[in-house]
């Protein structure tokens, strides 16, 4: 019976799930085998402790997560793994095309080369190309031999490493051997780095679910995070044993030392990404992605704006749109120290959830595009007195022929005191102006969700989310609320349909927001949204208030547009109108920031954890203190 039983352990997907089904004089003799025959296979777990472990499943993904908090995790981040999966498995494609696309190019080149040039020699062919080992490091300077604008693909390292001269791009098959050729189409797997990787769980769902991906680095400067990711990454079988290493070492000193090698690196800290920016960006190969996530969003929401100054080099405001400006400093953050290399980035998704802001861009090396950074960047003026604010642009461009001048920008864009309401403006930023997202990604990544719908265990709040994200204007930063506004001047709001419309009756574009389910943005100016509300304030009267206030001041003033409240046809969005859920409640308690791994935990901490939770930890502490009491004596008694 025995033998047939430690059979079903070794052939068993998840021979730890067999645990609860055994009797303890099984079980104990069942652990003294395996210690005997596979030591490895349970990684310093005695049999004492195993009860401390419980099974996580997320995805294809299994961990085992000790019970006290030894490593962290967070149930919530579940949204984020997932939707970073679906950034991955897009940017796997869009790589290939790119790669795809930039061969034909070349086979194009090589074809028009001996027609055009067929009295010509390149004089670079008599120079002999060095072979470059497989393992050579880049000391960062990145060299193309043409540039490659991002909507054509950039060029991926899909040889050896070296840089080939244009003679060897544009060589003829007829001029190369079959294995030359395959080694110059084969695009190889990406390389992913998570650079701060805890249990292992977002690394091993990389390596089992997106088909194309070589290699998973997962760093930890824990050494108990760094066990926990070995232990799991045998846990998950050969394919995880295979893809994922797990090493102890500091994020920042490893990203240094690997420039250029990475396709796609992953910051998930706990708190601020800021320390670990600068080594980022340089780690990324050229056109790779750079996924970030705060969670530090009392400091990125205005809570305390001089760390947040300190941290990202911007001063964030307190409206209602702080949370959207929340994702607008972290962009311009990343982008500030992508510039110092010469390198740019491309935002593809820019995500507000749950309790932290989630990025994901593409980084390219240029020094002529990097002069477009002033261009992408704006001050916020924000009026203390209404829901008013202005942006300001830091630089400006002229173009004249093929030629282009870059300029500080024009200012100041408002006056002293508020045009709307007299009172004075706060200003903030810089932050990034341009779009946070590449629509055409949003709709691929949202398509591909919804036909693996089963592969995302947190598949309605991500579709939810890229759904909202699909139908928001692009080219417009910031956004107003519409509560704030009927607040301002203290009269009753008009349903949403009927401000939408009127903006639109009135010759501008509105959507939603991801970030807020009642924000809305619109390219009208602020003088277009008060006109507005003061035709519906004319048909819906408000109270006498005293004169001084921002509401009063504002109402004082006769409107020049007459609103026009019918409804519009596109009042409503396309996901508005099929009735798709796009905002969804927390789908249990106790869903947000959980607490840092290593500190203990008290009765304080239920309203992170929840209170079964937290009373199982402390009633699993009590019954185990008196094994570690030592037990008192008359030696120890003092008088």
């Not at 394919?239 to 070492?249: D, I, N, P, T």
């Not at 490893?254 to 990404?273: A, I, K, Q, R, W």
């Not at 055409?440 to 591909?448: G, I, K, P, T, Y």
Request: charged share 25%; glycine share 6%; hydrophobic share 35%.
């Amino acid at each position: 019976m025995l033998s047939s039983k430690f059979h079903l352990y070794r052939t068993s997907r998840n021979p730890f799930s067999l645990f609860n089904s055994y009797s303890s004089s099984f079980f104990t003799t069942l652990i003294h085998q395996l210690q005997l025959n596979h030591p490895s296979l349970l990684n310093n777990i005695t049999m004492t402790d195993l009860s401390d472990y419980k099974i996580i499943k997320e995805g294809e993904a299994e961990i085992l997560m000790h019970a006290k908090n030894e490593v962290f995790y967070n149930k919530a981040q579940v949204n984020n793994r997932d939707i970073s999966i679906a950034v991955l498995r897009a940017f796997i494609s869009k790589r290939k095309e790119e790669h795809e696309a930039l061969l034909s190019k070349r086979r194009k080149g090589a074809h028009r080369a001996p027609e055009n040039n067929s009295s010509e020699s390149v004089t670079e062919e008599e120079v002999p190309q060095k072979t470059v080992p497989e393992d050579h490091k880049s000391n960062g300077e990145h060299k193309v031999e043409e540039e490659i604008s991002p909507e054509e693909g950039e060029p991926f390292s899909t040889t050896e490493g070296s840089v080939k001269t244009t003679d060897e791009s544009n060589a003829t098959e007829e001029q190369l051997n079959p294995a030359e050729v395959k080694v110059k189409r084969e695009l190889k797997p990406a390389r992913v780095l998570e650079a701060l990787s805890a249990s292992g769980l977002r690394a091993l769902r990389y390596a089992r679910e997106v088909e194309g991906i070589g290699q998973v680095v997962a760093l930890d400067n824990d050494s108990a995070s760094v066990e926990a990711c070995r232990r799991n990454i045998k846990f998950n079988g050969s394919v995880a044993v295979s893809k994922v290493e797990s090493h102890l070492a500091d994020a920042r000193v490893y990203m240094l030392t690997h420039p250029n090698e990475f396709d796609m690196v992953d910051l998930d800290p706990y708190g601020s990404p800021s320390v670990f920016l600068d080594s980022a960006v340089q780690s990324v190969v050229d056109g790779g992605m750079l996924m970030c996530t705060a969670t530090d969003m009392a400091v990125l929401c205005g809570g305390n704006g001089e760390v947040c100054y300190s941290k990202y080099g911007s001063y964030p405001l307190r409206g209602k749109y702080c949370h959207e400006m929340a994702l607008r400093i972290l962009l311009a953050s990343i982008e500030s120290h992508a510039n110092r290399y010469k390198r740019y980035i491309v935002p593809v998704l820019s995500v507000q959830m749950d309790f932290y802001v989630r990025v994901f861009v593409r980084i390219y090396t240029s020094a002529s595009a990097m002069k477009n950074t002033p261009l992408k960047l704006s001050y916020v003026y924000q009026c203390t007195g209404c829901d008013s604010f202005h942006l300001q642009p830091i630089g400006r461009s002229i173009s004249k022929n093929t030629s282009v001048r870059y300029l500080p920008g024009y200012g100041p864009v408002v006056p002293q005191e508020c045009t709307d309401c007299g009172k004075k403006f706060n200003m903030g930023g810089p932050i990034w102006s341009a779009p946070i997202h590449d629509q055409e990604w949003v709709a691929s990544m949202l398509a591909d969700v919804k036909s693996m719908k089963a592969r995302y265990p947190a598949y309605e709040r991500i579709s939810a989310v890229l759904t909202t994200i699909s139908e928001e204007l692009p080219d417009v930063p910031l956004f107003l609320s519409l509560h704030n506004l009927c607040a301002t001047l203290k009269c009753t709001s008009p349903s949403a349909i009927m401000f939408r419309s009127a903006v639109i009756n009135a010759g501008y574009r509105i959507s939603g927001t991801h970030v807020n389910p009642l924000g809305l943005k619109s390219d009208a100016p602020m003088d277009v949204i008060w006109d507005i509300m003061r035709c519906w304030v004319k048909t819906h009267p408000v109270k006498a208030q005293t004169e001084d206030l921002p509401g009063s001041v504002i109402l004082a003033k006769e409107p020049v547009l007459q609103a026009n409240f019918t409804r519009a046809v596109a009042s409503l969005s396309k996901a508005q109108a099929k009735k798709v859920a796009r905002f969804l409640p927390n789908p249990e308690r106790h869903w947000g920031p959980k607490l840092r791994a290593g500190r203990t935990i008290t009765s304080k901490h239920v309203s992170l954890l929840g209170e079964a939770a937290v009373n199982g930890v402390l009633n699993r502490e009590d019954n185990e203190e008196p094994k570690n009491k030592k037990p008192k004596t008359d030696d120890n008694v003092t008088s």
